[in-house]
Every structure is written in structure tokens, then in C-alpha cells.
């Protein structure tokens, strides 16, 4: 099962793009991407998932190289809400039929006014 | 409930006790999860239930950890002769059905977890 690692932590300014890298190098095929954003106190919430390329929502968009081997979350003009933990979540359907997932170790995002 | 609830909030216990932390899961939701976070530290994976079956229990770190889910709806996790090292927010999560693409729809949707402190 991949392992997946972050920066710790970054700090921005309201109104810039934030981009948060995740390495995942031993990525199964089956594997997606998924990305949570947590507050304190608070359960993870949906940001965004993707399997290669590029996914955008209304929230964020998810770069993904060909060799899936890292995943970018890029959340355009930050505010000072969106200072919180967030992490990538990696896994899938295992060739056992059971379904495998790791988180990253997270990435500590402080907006600045 | 609308969402994914715990029980209880907080628990402190001593070494060696035994502890059931309880999930009650979005109604209708046929996956749940369970996670632990240590303080500092990311989301562990530990076990997850399509209906009330566990498929796959090798993330559970030790014996003494098992969990159980009945009626398609509640889950208890139990932690047997608790050690200091289980002290984490424990998190369980709610999703419609294991299988298929993640969406803001069909995610896994926490409950605000359970904060275990073992003396």
C-alpha cells in the first residue's frame, strides 16, 4: 500500500493559490486519490478525488502527473477559512476484493490576513 | 440524526481497562469506517464494514482491538486491556456504499470522534 507524505506545514496570504503536494510512489493501479480538509475538533471533509490528470469542482483542482506518483491540491484564492489540516487519502479495491486506504501525514495550511 | 455520531465524546481511562467506543452511522449508509488519529499525527485506517461484515481486519494494530457492526447501522469498537500508546481520537466515518468514485455525495462522512486518554 502506498506511502504517502506531505509538507507539515505552509502558510499563505488571503487572496493567493495554495498548492499542496502528496507523494505517493508505490501507488497501486487501482488506487484513487482523494484529498480532506480538517478543521479542529472536526471529522476530515470531501475535498476532491481523482485517478490521473487533472479534476476540477467548485472548491479545488487535483493535478495528477502520468506517473501518478504524486498528487497536487491546488485551492485557488485562499481565505482565512481555509486554514486547517489537509490531507491525501490514498487507496482502493485490492485484488482480494477488500478496499485499503492511507492517509497522508498532513499538511498544516495557516492563511494569513 | 442528520450526521455521523460518537459515543462518548471523551473518555479517560487507566491502563489495563477495558473501553467500547460506540458509532452510530448515517441511516441507510451500507460503509462504515474506522480510524485513529494520534495527537499531532494523521488518520490511521484501522477496519471498515460493507453491511455488518469487516472484510479485512489487518489494520487493526493488536488483538486486543476488535470491532463489531449489527443491524447494518451500529458499530462498536472495542479495545481490550488498554495501554498507554491507544491514547488517540478515535474516528468513525459513514459512507453509501464502499464500492465506486468518491464524490461530495458518495464520501465518507466523520463523526467528531472519541477522544481516549488512557493514565
Known amino acids: 500500500l502506498a506511502k504517502t507524505t506531505q509538507p507539515i506545514s505552509m502558510d499563505s496570504y488571503e487572496g493567493q493559490e495554495v498548492n499542496i503536494t502528496c507523494s505517493h510512489n508505490?501507488?497501486?493501479?487501482?488506487?484513487?486519490i482523494t484529498w480532506y480538509q480538517q478543521f479542529p475538533s472536526q471529522g476530515p471533509r470531501f475535498i476532491i478525488q481523482g485517478y490521473k490528470t487533472k479534476v476540477t469542482n467548485e472548491v479545488a483542482s487535483l493535478f495528477i502527473p502520468a506517473d501518478r506518483k504524486s498528487s497536487t491540491l491546488s485551492l485557488p484564492r485562499v481565505s482565512l477559512s481555509d486554514t486547517a489540516v489537509y490531507y491525501c487519502l490514498v487507496g482502493g479495491l485490492r485484488a482480494s476484493g477488500t478496499y485499503k486506504y492511507i492517509f497522508g501525514t498532513g499538511t498544516r495550511l495557516k492563511v494569513l490576513a | 440524526g442528520a450526521g455521523v455520531s460518537q459515543s462518548p465524546s471523551n473518555k479517560v481511562t487507566e491502563k489495563g481497562k477495558d473501553v467500547e467506543l460506540r458509532c452510530d452511522p448515517i441511516?441507510?449508509?451500507?460503509?462504515l469506517y474506522w480510524y485513529r488519529q494520534r495527537l499531532g499525527q494523521g488518520l490511521e485506517f484501522l477496519i471498515y464494514f460493507q453491511g455488518n461484515s469487516a472484510p479485512d481486519k489487518s489494520g487493526l494494530p493488536s488483538d486486543r482491538f476488535s470491532a463489531e457492526r449489527t443491524g447494518e447501522s451500529v458499530s462498536t469498537l472495542t479495545i481490550q486491556r488498554t495501554q498507554q500508546e491507544d491514547s488517540a481520537v478515535y474516528l468513525c466515518a459513514s459512507r453509501i456504499s464502499a464500492g465506486g468514485h468518491f464524490s461530495f455525495v458518495s464520501t465518507q462522512y466523520f463523526g467528531p470522534g472519541t477522544r481516549l486518554t488512557v493514565l
Open positions: 441511516s441507510g449508509h451500507t460503509a
Open positions: 508505490n501507488i497501486a493501479t487501482n488506487d484513487y
